[in-house]
């Protein structure tokens, strides 16, 4: 009897200590998730700034506050 509870609790906690690395491994995979999707808002934030600055640059070539093509 002793010893089937002994493998009962050796087996539970073979599990949970399964159970914390895939919660690890998880968490992980979230924090990589959310630091790409940092790095694309960046490369969103100089992308269209560099919209705003080039259309201001064409604008003042073209003579136009509207940003027209005459």
């Known amino acids: 009897m002793e ?3 002994q493998s009962k609790d ?3 906690s073979k599990i ?3 159970y914390n690395q895939l919660a690890s491994l998880f968490d992980e995979y ?3 998730f959310e630091d790409s999707i940092e ?11 560099s919209q705003e600055l080039l259309n201001s640059k064409i604008k ?4 136009s506050k509207e940003g ?3």
């Open 16 to 18: 949970n200590q399964s």
């Open 30 to 32: 979230i924090k990589g």
């Open 39 to 49: 790095t694309q808002k960046l490369f969103l934030r100089n992308n269209l700034r």
């Open 10 to 12: 050796e087996a539970f």
């Open 3 to 5: 010893q089937t509870i």
């Open 68 to 70: 027209g093509t005459e």
């Open 60 to 63: 003042k070539f073209n003579g």
